[in-house]
């Protein structure tokens, strides 16, 4: 049976996606997130994947997978002039991604899938060890974000917090810049989070007592 033209897949997230290139293979990427490699956040060291999204021929995907296993770089490029700018020239490590899929992916379940039985989907995302501070977050809309932020606060924190402040604290955590965002689109957002406590808590407080986060 022939390959597949994944040009006329009809990705949902975008109507022009991304392409995703490896030694004999590619695929069409609909979503990705990523960041300046190393601490420092130094463009000129390159960038790594912390999340990947795409759509192509099983063979394909499978040697794509096998690259993030072995840590191999992978390329991604517009489709055309209209998209995007890629960061560090469109090459990606992927030492930081896991083969595992993450779950509530649009593409596991997307409508192209009866195309053609040979066509699969792959969603990856950062899972390795990090500390308890720092957490990415994958979610279908803003306010999915919202309330896994202040989930995972809520397991940290020493102060009581109420649900309906749920909001205000990722305002709070915003402005402190311990929100990055690493993507937006129309049914898919990555964050990385960090919880700082020490920082959030007297805020909170202040907020409280000036009658900005109600008690009742």
């Not at 897949?9 to 490699?37: M, N, R």
């Not at 390159?46 to 191999?72: C, K, M, P, W, Y």
């Not at 896994?148 to 402005?175: K, M, S, V």
Request: hydrophobic share 35%.
């Amino acid at each position: 049976m022939p390959r597949p033209d994944l040009s006329e897949v009809a990705i949902p997230k975008h109507p022009t996606p991304y392409y995703l290139f490896a030694p004999g293979a590619h695929a069409v990427c609909d979503a990705y997130a990523a960041e300046p490699k190393g601490v420092s956040g130094d463009q000129r060291a390159g960038h790594e994947l912390v999340f990947l999204s795409l759509a192509g021929d099983a063979s394909d995907v499978q040697t794509i997978r096998n690259r993030i296993n072995h840590h191999q770089d992978l390329k991604i490029q517009p489709a055309d002039h209209r998209m995007p700018e890629l960061p560090g020239r469109g090459v990606f490590g992927t030492s930081r991604l896991d083969v595992r899929p993450i779950a509530r992916s649009p593409l596991n379940t997307g409508p192209t899938q009866s195309r053609t039985e040979h066509l699969i989907y792959g969603t990856y995302c950062l899972t390795d060890a990090r500390p308890i501070s720092e957490q990415y977050i994958y979610a279908v809309s803003e306010a999915e974000g919202v309330a896994a932020y202040y989930r995972r606060f809520c397991q940290l924190t020493i102060i009581p917090t109420l649900d309906h402040w749920a909001g205000a604290i990722w305002e709070l955590a915003r402005e402190q810049k311990m929100i990055t965002k690493l993507l937006s689109s129309p049914d898919l957002h990555v964050w990385k989070c960090r919880f700082d406590d020490e920082k959030l808590r007297p805020l909170i407080t202040a907020a409280v007592t000036r009658g900005e986060l109600a008690i009742a």
